[in-house]
């Protein structure tokens, strides 16, 4: 037992060599993204935020290399988002994992034939998806398309997502995406129950489900008066469309099951409205 | 750590880059993926492995770590987790840069996860200017290149210097 023996793997006795040749004052040097040091900005980076390092890119040229590389950017990607893309009725064309970020940032895609819209939240990289008006069942009212009804009180929709599509450990917030057509700053109220809850196997063992069926009132209304408090109220988004929050959920670990959410008329109100329905959203909790 | 107990007392010996050895117990290199691929192949004659890019500082600290971690039980996670703040605590960047290097070389994932998440979080929300800084890289930017990276990535630099 006398002597060295060099006993690494061929691969790792070869990248050794490489390694040995390298210096570490290469930090910044043109030939930055060979160097092992890149491999450690690569591991660093991919733990900091895509805004992060879409700024960082303006440290140096080396660094660039490192900001703007598959490797970092496929950290931010959804980890099934190849399989999901696949879904997409159009194809997707991208040269670079962080072009494809962007393009499911800044847009989305239509999986399912155009029945489910695909896209990413921005500053975390988490999925988010849009069940479209297609997708959702919607019951009573009185039908113009199917998107679009003329509200009773007892009018029903209801839409399901698989809790597995969604990112892990996540707390999710469902928005109900509408229009009340040409009168809508016009009325008051609208009260209209909500409910979203999971059914199924939560992943950590921690049951099946959530059990009895919570109900937040909501309103499809937007706030006229800033006085007004209390109360979900409806908002005009940037888009042509209002929003109002139904609820929200919190994704664990490898939960299996769906993601039930429904909105239904409120006994009461005995108004009728025109409601356009262009889907339900469903994306990320914000931290403010 | 069943598993381990027939070849507790082996041991096997590491040399860092600037020629220190360090004997280390079986059951603790096996923290290293590298090290265990190479025990599961038929590497089990070699006594001295050389781990070249690795310094001796560095290899104390990672081999404080792998021996914590393979004594440790499963069940104890808390402690471990408290062990693992303290031990990157007061490090400074070269130290951790360090450590990632060799944790990503020695394959160690847990240890290259708390050591770059460490370093991720030291400069994250911060201006490219003080990281700059931080990792004293030189700017080898033209002033409109620069200007052309910025504005290429105009949403990062919102509320931004």
């Known amino acids: 037992m006398m002597g060295s023996h060099l006993c690494l793997p061929k691969s790792q006795s070869e990248e050794c060599e490489r390694r040995r040749e390298k210096t570490m004052a290469g930090l910044g040097t043109d030939c930055f993204s060979a160097l092992p040091e890149s491999l450690v900005i690569v591991e660093i980076l991919s733990r900091t935020s895509p805004r992060d390092v879409c700024r960082f890119s303006a440290i140096s040229r080396g660094f660039k290399s490192v900001a703007d590389s598959d490797n970092v950017w496929d950290r931010f990607l959804p980890s099934d988002h190849r399989k999901i893309i696949s879904r997409s009725v159009y194809p997707v064309a991208f040269s670079t994992k962080k072009q494809l970020y962007f393009l499911l940032a800044d847009g989305f895609v239509l999986l399912d034939g155009g029945k489910l819209s695909f896209s990413l939240d921005k500053a975390s990289g988490k999925k988010c998806f849009m069940l479209g008006a297609r997708e959702l069942a919607i019951e009573c009212g009185r039908f113009w398309e199917q998107a679009n009804l003329r509200a009773a009180p007892c009018f029903d929709i209801s839409g399901k997502i698989e809790a597995r599509l969604l990112s892990p450990k996540t707390t999710y917030v469902v928005y109900l995406l509408f229009d009340l057509g040409p009168l809508k700053y016009g009325y008051k109220g609208l009260p209209a129950k909500a409910s979203v809850r999971f059914e199924g196997e939560r992943g950590d063992g921690s049951g099946d489900g959530d059990g009895d069926e919570i109900t937040n009132i909501v309103s499809l209304a937007i706030r006229r008066f800033s006085s007004c408090s209390g109360g979900q109220f409806a908002q005009q988004r940037m888009d042509k469309w209002m929003e109002t929050e139904l609820g929200e959920f919190f994704n664990g670990q490898g939960n299996t099951g769906e993601v039930e959410i429904r909105l239904m008329g409120f006994e009461g109100d005995y108004r009728t409205y025109d409601l356009f329905v262009e889907g339900i959203e469903i994306r990320p909790k914000i931290d403010s | ?161």
């Open chain 2, 1 to 161: 750590m069943a598993s381990s107990i027939e070849n507790n007392n082996e041991k096997l010996t590491l040399k860092s880059s600037d020629g220190e050895e360090f004997l280390v117990e079986k059951h603790v290199a096996l923290q290293s993926t590298l090290l265990q691929n190479m025990l599961d192949s038929d590497c089990s004659s070699a006594d001295v492995i050389p781990l070249p890019k690795i310094d001796a500082r560095t290899l104390a600290l990672v081999l404080g770590y792998c021996k914590k971690h393979a004594d440790a039980s499963s069940s104890k996670q808390g402690e471990l987790n408290s062990f693992d703040s303290e031990f990157l605590k007061d490090m400074d960047m070269g130290a951790l840069f360090n450590l990632v290097l060799a944790a990503n070389f020695m394959e160690i994932k847990g240890l290259l996860d708390i050591a770059a998440q460490k370093i991720a979080d030291t400069i994250k929300d911060k201006p490219h200017q003080e990281v700059r800084e931080i990792f004293h890289v030189e700017n080898d930017y033209t002033p409109e290149e620069e200007a052309a990276v910025r504005e290429e990535n105009r949403w990062a630099f919102e509320g931004f210097p």
